[in-house]
């Protein structure tokens, strides 16, 4: 069987087809890293969200430990504290989870788990005895701010490379 097409004619018709291929193939990689950098703009949220519930389940913890040393109500406070201090520690394993990509993240998160772990939940009967109150809610309401600081930027960055991947894929779209 013989071919009717000049060699010239096939070979730009090979390097076309093989530039649509290219073109397209990078088309998909760039979508690829849109989704991984909205997945983890997702996450970086999640993260803050997170800390949110810990500081308010923290300053819920102070509220109570504050109304117990005004009233004195033992059985009934000891019983909220437990179910909160309960809810802190899961979300203390969920942060833990979150920030584990990130080294500087794992890093403060660790200090907040070893803060609260010393202060709070380990302290569960100690109510009223709490060694200064206010620098302890400072420690711990810095730690979240520096971890929600940390998230903030970096989501930033994840929004500047997702706004670059989509310029290149839309150019590389537009040159198919």
Known sequence: ????????????????????????????????????????????QQLILCSEQIRSQFLSIEAIRQEHGI?????LIAKVDEGLIRAMKKQLQRLDTLGAPIPEQKQRIGLLHVTLEREIIRKTTDTIELNHPKR?????????????????????????RVTHQFYQFTFSFFGL
Do not use: W
Not at 11 to 40: D, H, K, M, R, T
Not at 145 to 154: K, P, R, S, T, Y
């Open 1 to 44: 069987m013989r071919f009717y097409i000049k060699q010239k004619i096939f070979l730009g018709l090979l390097g076309s087809i093989l530039v649509i291929f290219a073109l397209g193939f990078a088309c998909y990689l760039y979508v690829n890293e849109v989704l991984l950098a909205s997945q983890q703009g997702a996450q970086s």
């Open 71 to 75: 009233k004195g109500m033992d059985t």
């Open 136 to 160: 302890l809610m400072f420690q711990v309401g810095r730690l979240i701010d520096e971890i929600q600081a940390a998230e903030n930027v970096l989501k930033k960055e994840q929004a500047a």
